[in-house]
């Protein structure tokens, strides 16, 4: 896959960010986008990731933390065509499930996979440990997280031929 953008809210992060770990650990130059505030109950981010060779998507698994709401992943086609790859409007930080596709999806090259996700940080939800708490970007699930994983498999531009070993360099003869 290629490069990653995001909106946050609507509005456009320009440079590079993330939005899995903490700073502390972020390599040069890259930035966590703005962090959850207190009590806000529909905190939405988009991250889009472009798609730089043919793959083949074989499943999906989604992953956020305590105040996860809601998961949409979308492909955008190199022809403007829309599908949407999965859906997950009630996430379940309980639930990490992964979605295997019956049929494999083909993702051609110049494709855009964007994910949609939705937060709440406020009294409404019941596994929120911290509503009256702004929340960071990080890798405990007291912290947030948006990692949208795609498992898929591109093709070789040239076969592999595996050399075996023989039997013999296997064994030493007695």
Do not use: C
């Amino acid at each position: 896959m290629g490069t990653e953008a995001f909106l946050y809210n609507g509005k456009e992060l320009t440079g590079r960010y993330s939005a899995q770990v903490t700073t502390d650990i972020l390599p040069p130059g890259v930035k966590t986008v703005p962090d959850i505030p207190a009590f806000a109950d529909n905190y939405q981010l988009t991250q889009f990731n472009a798609i730089r060779q043919d793959m083949t998507l074989y499943n999906i698994q989604p992953h956020m933390h305590l105040r996860g709401r809601a998961i949409k992943y979308t492909a955008v086609f190199p022809d403007g065509r829309e599908e949407v790859l999965l859906n997950v409007p009630h996430y379940d930080f309980n639930w990490q499930i992964l979605y295997e596709y019956a049929k494999p999806v083909t993702l051609p090259a110049g494709t855009i996979v964007r994910v949609d996700a939705t937060w709440d940080n406020s009294t409404k939800n019941k596994y929120n440990p911290r509503p009256d708490q702004e929340i960071f970007w990080g890798e405990q699930s007291w912290d947030e997280m948006l990692s949208p994983q795609l498992r898929a498999v591109v093709p070789l531009s040239a076969p592999i031929t595996p050399t075996l070993p023989t039997l013999s360099t296997q064994v030493s003869q007695p």
